[in-house]
């Protein structure tokens, strides 16, 4: 996978682009993103705490986090006043299939299962990162600024997690992210049944 090769430089580190027909899907259904995007941020927020809570010996993952999760609270926060100005209800949405189906290929054991949950963490934010900056340029404001600002912030955070990983499993984690990246590309590219902020472009 030669995007790995670049990884130093903080090159993607996802195996396939997001489809442009996922775009169009997300464009033509901006409140139902929106209304995903922001359980997005609050999820993020949880799992950064999870992994707090499951390696409280990892005194530097833990600041990291710490961290990380009051920054996805901020975004939850700016994606709350986004639907306000846009008069957009907040209401109970189910989950796409995305974080699920991708927790399922972590490994359920340590010390494998610390890894994959940073490189897991790490595809997310490299995903998300990936779609505000394709969303970006066709919104108008506040949403394009608040979506540009995204893709800086979520880029940051999967270069933290790989960060961590690397240092996790320095001989195993190439391998891994390969293998989970690979999961992660069909979960975005094939057919989806809901719009979501990580779902595939929409079935026909
Ligand atoms: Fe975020
Ligand atoms: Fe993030």
Redesign the pocket.
Known sequence: MSVLADIDSGASILCAPTPAAWVEDALAHLPELLQDHANCEKK?ASTALALMFAYPEDRPLGAALSR?AR??LR?FEQVLRAMALLALPFARQRPGRYAQQLRRAARTGDPGRKLDLLLTGALI?AR?AERFALLAPHLSPPLARLYADLAG??AR?FLLYVGFARAAAPQEWRTRLEALAEREAQLVTEPDETLRFHSGPLRD
Do not use: R, V
């Open positions: 993020a990380l920054e996805e975004h934010e998300s912030a979520e955070h």
